[in-house]
Each structure stands twice: as C-alpha cells, then as structure tokens.
C-alpha cells in the first residue's frame, strides 16, 4: 500500500510539489513531484556529497526502474484521489453536437486510477482493513 502524503504544492519550473510517501511501514520523507511533456514523475530524496573534491546529489534510497514506475503510479493515483492533482482531459475528437458527449459515471470511493486512466483498484485492499494492519 501506498499513500501520498503531506502534499505542498510549489510551481517551479518542472516542479510541482513536494511530498511524503508511506509504503508499508515505511515514511519517505522529502519526495518532490515533478512535471515533464511525458507527465508527472517522482524524485525521491536525495543529498549533496562532496567526494574526491566533487560535489555531486545522490539518491538517498535506490530502487529499480520498475519498482520506480509502480511508486510513481500509485503515489500519484492516491494524489488524485485525494484531489490534490487533477486528471488531464483525455484528447478527443469534436463532433459538433454537444448533446453526443457521453457523461461519465462517477468514479466508486474504492477506484484508484494513474494519470493515463489505468485502473490501480486491484493494489487498495477493499473496504476499511486499517483495524487489520498490526502495525
């Protein structure tokens, strides 16, 4: 499970905000949302290191390729569930008649949905399982 949280919204150049991120048992504090022409990716916390004279920025937590595209997805899902993001406008062709678009039927509280309108639901438990979580 994987929850958005804290979000603060800063518009800065590529930057949307800033964010935590709870995975499990685990707080990520210090997450930056950014914004991109393929849409919005995340960077995770990172630190300056001053090495063999140098100062670079590392990753504080590596993950891999895949594992970074499944906390984008959700973490970004549970944003827009939250209405800290909006979904983008799904491009579509004019047809000149207005009484032809088709209304959408309001979205159930336990859907979760990425950006693209893939539907994540399978990956939030159903129902209110938080008594269940030991932790």
Known sequence: MIHALNFKEYRKGSMVGFLDLRIGI??????????SGNGYWLALPS?????????????????????????RKMAIA???????????????????NDDSRQRRAPRQQNQHFTPEGEDLSEYYPQGDDDEDNPF
Do not use: F, N, Y
């Open 47 to 71: 630190r300056q290191v001053e090495k063999d004279g140098e100062t670079k920025w590392t990753d504080i937590i590596e993950v891999t390729k895949s594992e970074a595209e499944h906390v």
């Open 26 to 35: 685990v707080l990520i504090k210090g997450c930056r949302l950014m914004e």
């Open 78 to 96: 549970d944003l827009e569930a939250q209405g800290c993001l909006e979904r983008p406008a799904k491009q579509s062709r004019p047809t000149g």
